[in-house]
Every structure is written in C-alpha cells, then in structure tokens.
C-alpha cells in the first residue's frame, strides 16, 4: 500500500483530519476535520489499477460528501444562530438535519445509495479505509447527538436492508 510518500502524507493527514474531528469542541471545528478526511482520501481513491471505474468511484465519493458536508455546514451555522442570536428555530430540526448529513457521511441506511455503487470501482485496501476509517468520525459525532428517532430508524433500516 505504501508504495510512494505521497500515500503516506495523505494517510498521515486522513488521520489529522479523523483526530480533529473527535477532538473538536464544536460544530464548525468538526466540519473542518471532517472536510480534511475528505480532501485527503480521494487522492487514496485513484491509485487503483482500473482507472475509469477508480475516476467514477472518486466523482461519486466526493459529491456525496460534497452534499453531506453543505448540509452538515448550514445546519451548524442555523445551531449557531439559534443559540447566539436568540433566533426561534426549532432544535430539533437542525440536530435532525445534522444526524441526515452524518448518516450520509457515513453511508447509514436510509442514505446508502451511493455506498455500494462506489464500492465496485475500488480496491481491497480503499475499500478496508472507506468502510472503516472513514466511519469513525461521522459515528462519533453522532453519538454526540441526543435524537435517538432517527438513529433508531436508521438502524433499523440498516438491519433490515443489509438482512435483504
């Protein structure tokens, strides 16, 4: 796998990037993590030995987390604005809509329509990174989130497609 240096600094920054999204205190501080693990990963995707199918699994990666990670930034912000600004917004709609861009991050069941399109253009090692390290961040911070309807749909759509 680690056949060039530049596979090792982009491995290197996808785990800074896992890091601070852990780490961070906030929702913009966890965007930013999560935008490195992005950034930083698709160049990992095109070192297969099919290019057409590796280009294809690239464009759909990154336009999917393009999407996640849009919602995922104006769902903090509106967060931001209802707790700085007094705004009235409904809570619960933005930590609904923070849970979706994070069940699309992560390809949970009710947003797995790209997931298993994108798995057949890449190789074993991409795919091992994309099922698992690339699940740590948005899982953890859904974990940090206190809206348990969602989650439990998701999980159990998950359940039942993957027994499907």
Request: charged residues 10%; without cysteine; neutral net charge.
């Amino acid at each position: 796998m680690f056949n060039n240096s530049s596979k090792i600094l982009f491995m290197t920054i996808m785990i800074i990037g896992t890091l601070i999204t852990v780490t961070s205190n906030s929702w913009l501080g966890a965007w930013m993590g999560l935008e490195i693990n992005l950034l930083s990963f698709i160049p990992l995707l095109s070192d297969s030995n099919n290019n057409l199918t590796s280009t294809e699994a690239s464009l759909k990666y990154f336009l999917t987390q393009a999407l996640a990670s849009t919602v995922l930034l104006f769902s903090s912000i509106i967060l931001m604005l209802k707790n700085n600004m007094n705004i009235e917004i409904n809570e619960s709609f933005s930590s609904a809509m923070i849970m979706s861009a994070l069940l699309l991050k992560s390809g949970a069941a009710p947003f797995h329509f790209w997931f298993p399109n994108m798995m057949e253009g890449l190789t074993w090692m991409n795919a091992l990174m994309l099922m698992t390290w690339q699940k740590i961040a948005p899982l953890m911070l859904i974990s940090y989130l206190d809206i348990k309807n969602l989650l439990l749909m998701s999980v159990i759509l998950s359940v039942i497609i993957g027994a499907i």
